[in-house]
């Protein structure tokens, strides 16, 4: 069984400040880990996935992960935040366990971002 | 090239009612799930499609939701006697094929489902 714990329900940023957005994740098998954002009334778009390359992921727009094995986690952080960052961002784990890629989601972090 | 579309963006429908949800899947993809996505519950899985058949059925929250693909193309998602908790944005994705992990799954803009 495969869950996704992301530890912030909110969080709130200046612009130009750093983010940092957290996920932890549990796993049977060699995960491979994805960050999603979504923004207001629109649909899920893939920021970066993370497949057993490089540990250090970079994705669109800025953002970038590191895979932490030790630690199970998978935080998503950006230098500098810009207002069009504001969005909710979903941590997924993928299992082919079954025979095929599940997708099992975090609960969601909203990133506020103030002026 | 075009992304995974949905129909109708919005549904509002009285309890009791049926109602029916679309979704176009990228050109080519042999996989296509269905998603929900509701306040306080996260993204749930709903189905899963290989082709025109459904291998995994088992988030389907209860025996008036079902599923249908044809064509290895479009799918549509039907809720029959609808209740208010089914009021959710119901999600669809495709993907190239289903047995790789590293598959990104490509979701559409979702439906909004209300029940009154």
């Known amino acids: 069984a495969q869950s996704v714990t992301q530890l912030d329900s909110h969080v709130s940023v200046s612009e130009g400040t750093p983010v940092l957005l957290r996920c932890n994740y549990s796993?049977?098998?060699?995960?491979?880990l994805f960050w999603y954002v979504q923004h207001p009334n629109k649909g899920l778009q893939l920021l970066l996935k993370?497949?057993?390359?490089?540990?250090l992921v970079k994705g669109i727009n800025g953002f970038e992960a590191e895979f932490k094995k030790s630690e199970t986690s998978f935080h998503l952080t950006k230098p500098s935040a810009h207002m069009s960052d504001a969005a909710e961002y979903f941590c997924?784990?993928?299992?082919?366990?079954?025979?095929?890629?599940?997708?099992?989601f975090g609960k969601g972090t909203m990133l506020l971002v103030s002026p | 090239g075009a992304g995974v579309s949905q129909s109708p963006s919005n549904k509002v429908t009285e309890k009791g009612k049926d109602v029916e949800l679309r979704c176009d899947p990228i050109s080519g993809h042999t996989a296509l799930y269905w998603y929900r996505q509701s306040l306080g519950q996260g993204l749930e899985f709903l189905i899963y499609?290989?082709?025109?058949?459904?291998?995994?059925k088992s988030g389907l929250p209860s025996d008036r939701f079902s599923a249908e693909r044809t064509g290895g193309s479009v799918s549509t998602l039907t809720i029959q006697r609808t209740q208010q908790e089914d009021s959710a944005v119901y999600l669809c994705?495709?993907?190239?094929?289903?047995?790789?992990?590293?598959?990104?799954?490509?979701f559409g803009p979702g439906t909004r489902l209300t029940v009154l």
């Open positions: 993370y497949t057993s390359a490089a540990t």
């Open positions: 796993s049977s098998y060699s995960p491979s």
């Open positions: 994705a495709s993907s190239q094929r289903a047995g790789s992990s590293y598959n990104e799954q490509f």
């Open positions: 997924v784990v993928s299992d082919i366990s079954a025979g095929y890629s599940t997708l099992t």
């Open positions: 499609f290989q082709g025109n058949s459904a291998p995994d």
